[in-house]
């Protein structure tokens, strides 16, 4: 069965939350240990996780949740063509120029000056194009992909694809999908039994958010979102020599901006606040990421307890029963508490091969919308829900 086409999973004209896969070549471990020669790759996943946190500080696509594994990534991503709308033309042309600089960066070694971007604000027709591209999901897994590959390519001395491909895509359409997956992902390295729980599971959000809770802090990967004075960046060209400019551009890319951030800050908040209209776009105005709205009705702390209470419910194990507090949290989702491990644990029994994540009533509902008889694992997925 082909997978289905990108425009009948996500709009970038509308908001839309999706779970994205994205797997290595032949799935190989290029970013863990190679099975094959025993050569460690595992640092490629701050390579990974460092260009997620990059991308969210210009892209109107807020990250949910995430977990980069040895041999793929799970990112939930969700769009935000509000937040788009609602940055100045000067905004989004710095952003793409950070983004896709062209070939002038590798020309001059240069960053985007004023100048480049008052010419950029002068098309306006291409300025519409790239603001529909800046909360454009596929545009987003592109930015994150290639650089990766080339890096990783050059590093190993080789050509060809890192990457499997096309990223699979599943569309969530309510909070009790959204909840389940989330936990799935950030339960990702403890199903692979690379941890023994999301406290001590590096490069997912489920350890970024409980390590931001200590205070632990990280130098923010986000994009200098100031253009550099037409003036300036001439004099730079014509006085620097270009083995200083590049050791330059390298020493800013490891903290273009120069700030230290809380581990989290990147990502989207946890937590949605009933007091905030719905249709409020909440622009996050520091620079590190798209909004400052949050995805569930759910405290952190709330989340933080049944993510480690299910990290415990392996499968091999007799299940306990599900705290009182919790199992209270999950019913007012429509969500059986019984089949809560089963849910999470054996994710790719019910959406392994679906292209919509959701209860069985929103999945029926999101079909008809979408001019289709059923979604794939509507009738199995059902049991797990009240």
Known sequence: ?????????????????????????????????????????????????????????????????YAVMSNHIHQILRNRPDVCAAWSDEEIAIRWLRVFPGRRLEEHLAEPTEND???LCGDKKRLGEIRRRLSDISWFMRALAEPIARMANKQDDCTGRFWEGRFKCQRIVDEAGLLACSMYVDLNPVRAAMADSPDHSPNTSGYDRIEAEKGKQIPAAAFDLRPIPTEEAGHQIRETPVDQLRKKRIAKKANPTGKRIRRDQWLAPLPLHSSILADEPQVHSAGFRSSDRGFLSVEWSDYKRLLRWTAKQTVGGIPSKVPRKLSAILQSLGIDASMWRDLVWNWQKYFGKTSCVGAPDSLKQHAEQSGLRHHRGQASARACFA
């Open 117 to 119: 971007v008052k010419m």
């Open 1 to 65: 069965m082909p997978r289905p086409q990108r425009a009948d999973q996500f709009d970038s004209a509308e908001v839309c939350v999706v779970h994205v896969i994205q797997r290595c070549v032949r799935r190989a471990f290029l970013a863990g240990i190679d099975r094959e020669t025993g050569v460690d790759y595992s640092f490629r996943k701050e390579w990974i996780r460092r260009r997620m946190e990059s991308l969210a500080s210009v892209f109107a696509i807020d990250v949910l949740s």
